[in-house]
């Protein structure tokens, strides 16, 4: 689930993740307190409003008792995913934010490490597993310091009810560089940038990563967002059909002082602009 942020020894907020993309606020009190959910000027969500028994007639304290608010744990992972916002479904696979729980951030984590790995002669295997604890603890960090509309990690899974496996994986923050923002209009100051964009390597060629990228446009819509960017290494020709099909358009490449070096490749920088809907 989201991560508790303690306030006092009475009081902490939790982030509740909703259907619809929404997030809750929730106060959890002493045992003696129950709920009730009150709209409040939040980003697209609601506020969950605690009423202790302190301030309130038994009739209201009954009232309340009877309102069950369905937070979910790290053990209800299935009825959680359920209740997802699924932000792209084509081709038989479905888009979706990554529950925030240990088994799927390891998945998400295997999917990334294994696609951005480089074989090593000696000690693969080795290197492999600190690769892969690198890739994860990269993830951790992100979905902990990062605001939940500020950066999203979005798996791809079989649109069928099968067992849960994930077979994509792609990473979606909110930016402002300006070696990017010299590239947008003026009144533009922040895009969302499109990265560790990664299908398993048995699932590949099945139109993955089309239909994650589409996503990416419809989470951007939900931000406010008109602008996406993302690079491509300049000889990854298979990358670069696939972003510029999915309406991405090169705008510039690494200088080639920053790419003649042993080992460093050069780099295009690719941007696409969506229409917002109303």
Not at 29 to 46: D, E, I, L, M
Not at 76 to 99: P, T
Not at 190 to 204: H, K, N
């Amino acid at each position: 689930m989201a991560h508790l942020f303690s306030r006092t020894s009475y009081t902490s907020h939790k982030l509740v993740i909703c259907s619809n993309i929404r997030y809750y606020d929730v106060r959890t009190t002493p045992r003696n307190a129950c709920y009730r959910v009150r709209r409040g000027k939040t980003w697209n969500g609601s506020m969950l409003q605690c009423c202790s028994s302190s301030s309130r007639s038994s009739s209201q304290q009954s009232y309340c008792a009877d309102q069950k608010v369905n937070l979910q744990t790290e053990n209800d992972s299935e009825n959680l995913k359920q209740k997802f916002e699924i932000l792209a479904c084509e081709y038989g696979w479905r888009i979706r934010r990554l529950i925030v729980n240990t088994d799927e951030i390891k998945m998400a984590a295997q999917v990334q490490a294994e696609a951005f790995h480089v074989p090593m002669a000696l000690f693969n295997d080795l290197f492999f597993h600190f690769f892969k604890a690198e890739v994860l603890s990269g993830l951790l960090y992100k979905l902990k310091c990062s605001p939940p509309n500020r950066y999203a990690c979005l798996v791809a899974e079989n649109d069928q009810d099968s067992p849960n496996e994930l077979v994509g994986v792609i990473d979606v923050t909110v930016m402002r560089d300006q070696d990017v923002l010299e590239h947008l209009p003026d009144d533009a100051q922040e895009y969302l940038y499109v990265s560790g964009i990664a299908v398993s390597s048995a699932f590949r060629r099945m139109k993955i990563g089309t239909v994650m990228l589409k996503a990416c446009d419809m989470l951007s819509n939900l931000w406010g967002f008109e602008f996406l960017v993302l690079r491509a290494y300049e000889e990854d020709v298979g990358a670069r059909t696939l972003y510029t099909n999915a309406g991405y358009e090169v705008v510039s490449k690494d200088p080639p002082w920053t790419s003649n070096w042993i080992g460093r490749k050069c780099r295009v920088l690719m941007i696409k602009r969506i229409s917002l809907f109303p």
